[in-house]
């Protein structure tokens, strides 16, 4: 019996130090290096079977490439050339460029947005637009539940099939863990194509589980489409626990639902194997909206060699000259972001930082407030929204640029999830999403740095150990 013990100790040794030592191969950011080999060293078994499904880089497996996207893009660039010159403020048309080199993000003109902040109106016209599709309708989410909202959304992709409309689904295998597996069967029995997002199976579970596809996109006929920061489910028009469900999200006519069904037709082709340029999907420019606001559908992917929006929001925090605000349900930003944000409010940029009160988990309460301390001695503001959840994702610049999108302000939206934001450089439509921070502000309390100071010890100690590891959150 000793002996055996002491196989089995041995052989663990052996697997931890194995694990801590592929930690450090990957090379990854300092920060999520030592946090993962603190959880190796400090909780036996546990963490061995954490970083087993969630710690292992697996980068270089995905199967789409630069060039799968590129055959994607390329069929789209005929029609963009033939835009005419549009106009973007000098500081912007660096990052603009950027974003078109390593995310593949062509600049669209001619868009007009629709804002929602709840879901009640944001189902609405999803719906109404669906029921007057004629040709196809692409869906693609992280979460959709079998309750009140997507089941009504179920029912309209339903009904579209049964009028000839082509319908594709995508949806995320581990945000949808919780749905009865019938509720999709259904839906592809119905005559909807069907496809989760990196099914989990226990023999690869350790190489899905990470990586998941956290965007929220519509598409119908090529001509309208909806991507923002809701899924669908219930609690994103009535709540939870009680409390108010505030979000950002938006509807678009307009040249840059070619980015969204760019974006769409990619993650098809990663989930199928099916690879679709039909330029069918692009309806020529002459059919879509005049005028408004330039836009970038930007992707962010676990692949390739650039952390496409964290490199692009570190440049655009730079860039700001007069103020920043941010809404993020979640706040735990990679070191460069945080040094930027710093950077700016030493500078005199106004920073305004915007997150819920509570949420989520005790967890992610302290590790969200782990980052207030460094945010508010540099001269920067935080408001906690009271009411319930926020969990909008937005960035407002000078009031000349924004960005909506799924992407949170944390370590794993910026590095190891799938995600799509939107672009936009124009002053109104950058007035308008300030507008409507101002609106939820005002429901918000503003954390003030000598309250924040004088917390009690207790509360500072379990803050700083939760932000050991929110790299892994």
Same mark, same amino acid.
């Given at each position: 019996m000793?002996?055996?013990?002491?196989?089995v100790?041995?052989?663990?040794v052996?697997l931890?130090?194995?694990?801590?030592?592929?930690?450090m191969?990957?090379?990854?950011q300092p920060?999520?290096t030592?946090a993962?080999?603190?959880? @190796?060293?400090?909780?036996?078994?546990?963490?061995?079977?954490?970083y087993?499904f969630?710690?292992?880089?697996?980068?270089?497996?995905f199967v789409?490439?630069? %060039?799968?996207?590129?055959l +994607?893009?390329?069929?789209v660039v005929?029609?963009?050339?033939?835009?005419?010159?549009?106009?973007?403020?000098? %500081?912007f048309?660096?990052?603009? @460029?950027? !974003?078109?080199?390593?995310?593949f993000?062509?600049?669209?003109?001619?868009?007009?947005a629709?804002?929602? #902040?709840?879901g009640?109106?944001f $189902?609405?016209? /999803? $719906?109404?637009d =669906?029921? *007057?599709?004629q040709?196809?309708? *692409?869906?693609?989410?992280?979460?959709?539940?079998?309750?009140? !909202?997507?089941?009504?959304?179920?029912?309209?992709?339903?009904?579209?099939?049964?009028?000839?409309v082509?319908?594709?689904l995508?949806?995320?295998?581990?945000?949808?863990?919780s749905?009865?597996?019938?509720?999709? %069967?259904?839906?592809?029995?119905?005559?909807?194509d069907?496809?989760?997002?990196?099914?989990?199976?226990?023999?690869?579970?350790?190489?899905r589980v990470n990586? %998941?596809?956290?965007?929220?996109?519509?598409?119908?006929?090529?001509r309208?489409?909806? #991507?923002g920061g !809701? &899924?669908?489910?219930?609690?994103?028009i009535?709540g939870e626990?009680g409390?108010?469900?505030r979000?950002?999200h938006?509807?678009?006519e307009?040249?840059a639902?070619?980015?969204?069904?760019?974006?769409?037709l990619?993650?098809?082709?990663?989930?199928?194997?099916?690879?679709? &340029?039909?330029?069918n999907?692009?309806?020529? +420019?002459?059919q +879509?909206?005049n005028?408004?606001?330039?836009?970038q559908i930007?992707m962010?992917?676990?692949?390739?060699?650039?952390?496409n929006i964290?490199?692009?929001?570190? *440049?655009?925090?730079?860039?700001a000259r007069?103020?920043i605000l941010?809404q993020?349900p979640y706040?735990m930003?990679?070191? #460069? /972001?945080?040094?930027a944000?710093?950077?700016?409010a /030493?500078?005199?940029?106004?920073?305004?930082? !915007?997150?819920? +009160?509570?949420p989520?988990?005790?967890?992610?309460?302290?590790?969200?407030?782990?980052f207030y301390?460094d945010? @508010?001695?540099?001269?920067?503001? =935080?408001y906690a929204?009271?009411?319930?959840? @926020?969990h909008?994702?937005a960035?407002?610049?000078?009031?000349?640029?924004?960005s909506?999108?799924?992407?949170?302000?944390?370590?794993?939206s910026l590095?190891?999830?799938?995600e799509?934001?939107?672009?936009?450089?124009?002053?109104? =439509?950058a007035e308008?999403?300030?507008?409507?921070y101002?609106?939820?502000k005002?429901?918000?309390?503003r954390?003030?740095?000598?309250?924040?100071n004088?917390r009690?010890?207790?509360?500072? $100690? $379990?803050?700083?150990?939760?932000?050991?590891?929110?790299?892994?959150?």
């Amino acid at each position: 019996m000793t002996i055996v013990f002491y196989i089995v100790v041995a052989f663990y040794v052996f697997l931890v130090l194995s694990a801590m030592g592929a930690v450090m191969l990957d090379n990854r950011q300092p920060v999520k290096t030592i946090a993962w080999l603190l959880v @190796l060293l400090l909780i036996p078994i546990v963490g061995l079977v954490l970083y087993y499904f969630f710690g292992q880089n697996i980068r270089r497996e995905f199967v789409m490439s630069k %060039r799968n996207i590129e055959l +994607l893009t390329q069929k789209v660039v005929s029609y963009y050339v033939n835009q005419e010159q549009y106009s973007v403020p000098e %500081r912007f048309q660096s990052v603009m @460029l950027m !974003m078109k080199k390593i995310s593949f993000a062509l600049p669209f003109g001619g868009n007009v947005a629709k804002f929602y #902040t709840r879901g009640a109106s944001f $189902l609405s016209d /999803l $719906l109404s637009d =669906i029921a *007057h599709a004629q040709q196809h309708v *692409h869906v693609e989410f992280y979460i959709m539940e079998d309750d009140e !909202m997507g089941g009504a959304v179920a029912t309209a992709l339903k009904e579209a099939v049964a009028r000839g409309v082509s319908v594709k689904l995508i949806y995320d295998d581990v945000g949808c863990w919780s749905v009865a597996r019938r509720f999709f %069967r259904e839906m592809r029995e119905a005559g909807i194509d069907v496809q989760p997002f990196q099914p989990v199976h226990f023999r690869r579970l350790s190489h899905r589980v990470n990586y %998941r596809n956290h965007r929220k996109i519509v598409i119908v006929d090529g001509r309208v489409g909806y #991507t923002g920061g !809701m &899924n669908l489910a219930s609690r994103y028009i009535h709540g939870e626990h009680g409390g108010d469900w505030r979000d950002l999200h938006f509807r678009v006519e307009g040249a840059a639902v070619y980015g969204l069904q760019q974006l769409f037709l990619a993650d098809w082709f990663y989930a199928s194997q099916e690879l679709i &340029n039909d330029m069918n999907y692009y309806p020529k +420019l002459s059919q +879509l909206a005049n005028g408004g606001a330039l836009m970038q559908i930007v992707m962010s992917a676990p692949l390739g060699q650039w952390n496409n929006i964290q490199m692009a929001y570190n *440049h655009l925090i730079q860039s700001a000259r007069e103020y920043i605000l941010i809404q993020t349900p979640y706040f735990m930003p990679t070191e #460069t /972001l945080l040094e930027a944000l710093q950077t700016a409010a /030493l500078r005199g940029v106004k920073v305004q930082v !915007m997150v819920p +009160l509570k949420p989520g988990g005790f967890w992610m309460t302290w590790a969200n407030e782990s980052f207030y301390g460094d945010v @508010l001695k540099a001269g920067g503001e =935080i408001y906690a929204y009271r009411p319930g959840m @926020l969990h909008a994702k937005a960035l407002v610049i000078d009031g000349v640029f924004c960005s909506v999108g799924s992407a949170n302000m944390d370590f794993r939206s910026l590095n190891d999830t799938f995600e799509g934001t939107a672009f936009f450089y124009d002053e109104k =439509i950058a007035e308008e999403v300030k507008a409507l921070y101002n609106e939820a502000k005002k429901a918000c309390m503003r954390v003030d740095l000598h309250m924040w100071n004088h917390r009690n010890r207790r509360r500072r $100690l $379990l803050e700083s150990f939760v932000r050991i590891f929110s790299p892994l959150f």
